[in-house]
Every structure is written in structure tokens, then in C-alpha cells.
């Protein structure tokens, strides 16, 4: 089957500073892949040079058969790509039902949508009234990838969702994740090993903004000196992480 999505050694610069170096990932539909490495590797990078917020100067992004690559953000989003970003991005000021409404691209996406959201996330039913800025970091977190699910996408990218959660928070977040592969493919960020390595289908790891590994999860969980070399965590004897 043709992959969702496909990186061809694509170069992205970030002003003066050369951030990709020749990344190349494949995303196989229906899936779960894992983006990783270090801090400042070119992962969320990676994910803004999909979408066109950082347009790569060289190399090719081919979403569903078509090249995107220079394209606006805007229109690549409505091709069928979600976006949760890093930290969140809520709007503070509006409600949480708000948050959710204006990311409609068509009228009716939100109330086709309502049932599917909230029983993934049934605090943001609770809450649907209070502002973003009155919600816990983990109802936000929530609250960021709710909104990528109002409308109709084919793929989603997902920065850092468990960033700032408490463990608790955590497994309701595997959860939901899990839940959306049923329906969406997915490429994630995410720097939690342990969650990482029970999401994933497939993993790449960038390093230096290049494509260093990529594979089969389960065969990088297998390879202690691996993980070790371009993560920097140690796995122990019965699959830790120390």
C-alpha cells in the first residue's frame, strides 16, 4: 500500500541556521510512527516542515500522492493533515466548546464530531463551558488534540503529548491515542520512551537533522545500545527505562 505520507531528503533553514540536513521518513497508513531523538534534533522541525510553517528549501513532501512541498500552510492543512502542537496552544480566553469550534474547516464538523471527542475525553464535556485558561495542563493537553479531531483529517502530527502530564494523565492520553489510530494514521513526537515504544508501530530517529535509524519498534526495543547512542536512556533487563 503507497504510504500517507513520504520526506525525501528534505533541507529546512530556520533564518541563518541550516536545521534539516536531509531527513527522509515514509509513514505508512493506518499505523502509528514515532518520531525521535535528543532535544533540538529537528523533530518538531520535521512536523512544521510537513505543514509548510517552516518550508523546506530542498527536497520533496509527498502527502496522499501529492507533492505539498511550497505549498501554504493553510492549504496543506485542508489536504487532511491535523496538527497538535508543542505546548499546547490553546486560546486562553476562549471556552473550551470555542477552542473546539473554531477548528471547523466545514459547518458541522464539531457536532459530527461531539460524541467521538468527548468519549475519548469526557472532562472536556464537563468543562465545556470554562476557558482555556482555567483548565489543568493536562485538560489542555486534551483540549490541543480534541481540536485536531473536529474536522476530518487522514493524518495527524502530534508534538510532545505528554509533556507536563502527570503519569495518570498519561495513560488516558495512550489511551486516546490508541483509540485515534483505529481511524487515523499518525506520526508522533513524543520524548517518554516508555510511551513511545507502546504507541509505535514503526520509529525514525533524527539526529543532527538527519535520518540516522528507522524500523520496526519492537526490534529498537530490542536494541539497548541503540536507544542508548541517539536517545540517551538505558534499558533495563526486564524493559525499563533508567
Given amino acids: 500500500m503507497e504510504p500517507i505520507l513520504t520526506l525525501e531528503s528534505i533541507?529546512?533553514?530556520i533564518g541563518q541556521f541550516h536545521i534539516l540536513e536531509g531527513v527522509s521518513i515514509t509513514v505508512p497508513r493506518d499505523k502509528i510512527?514515532?518520531?525521535l531523538g535528543r532535544n533540538g534534533a529537528g523533530k518538531t522541525t520535521t512536523l512544521k516542515s510537513i505543514l509548510g510553517l517552516t518550508p523546506p528549501r530542498l527536497g520533496k513532501v509527498v502527502f496522499d500522492g501529492m507533492e505539498v512541498q511550497g505549498k501554504?500552510?493553510?492549504d496543506i492543512a485542508n489536504f487532511g493533515i491535523g496538527y497538535v502542537p508543542e505546548h499546547r496552544a490553546v486560546f486562553r480566553n476562549l471556552s473550551v466548546m470555542e477552542n473546539l469550534k473554531i477548528a471547523?474547516?466545514?459547518r458541522g464538523d464539531l457536532e459530527r464530531k461531539s460524541d467521538f471527542?468527548?468519549?475519548?475525553f469526557p472532562d472536556l464535556k464537563r468543562l465545556y463551558k470554562l476557558p482555556g485558561?482555567?483548565?489543568s495542563g493536562g485538560q489542555q493537553q486534551m483540549l490541543a488534540v480534541a481540536r485536531a479531531l473536529v474536522a476530518d483529517n487522514k493524518l495527524l502530527l502530534i508534538d510532545e503529548p505528554s509533556e507536563g502530564l502527570a503519569p495518570i494523565l498519561i495513560e488516558q492520553m495512550m489511551v486516546a491515542i490508541r483509540e485515534l489510530s483505529k481511524t487515523t494514521t499518525i506520526l508522533l513526537v513524543e520524548q517518554n520512551f516508555i510511551m513511545a515504544s507502546q504507541l509505535g508501530d514503526f520509529f525514525y530517529i533524527?539526529?543532527?537533522g538527519k535520518t540516522v535509524e528507522n524500523g520496526k519498534m519492537m526490534d529498537l526495543v530490542n536494541n539497548a545500545d541503540l536507544i542508548k547512542r541517539y536517545l540517551g536512556v538505558s534499558i533495563g533487563k526486564v524493559g525499563g527505562v533508567q
Avoid: G, M, P, Q
Avoid at 117 to 120: D, K, T, V, Y
Fill in 72 to 74: 501554504r500552510a493553510y
Fill in 117 to 120: 471527542i468527548f468519549s475519548l
Fill in 206 to 208: 533524527i539526529d543532527d
Fill in 104 to 106: 471547523e474547516k466545514k
Fill in 33 to 35: 510512527t514515532v518520531l
Fill in 11 to 13: 533541507h529546512t533553514f
Fill in 133 to 135: 485558561n482555567h483548565l
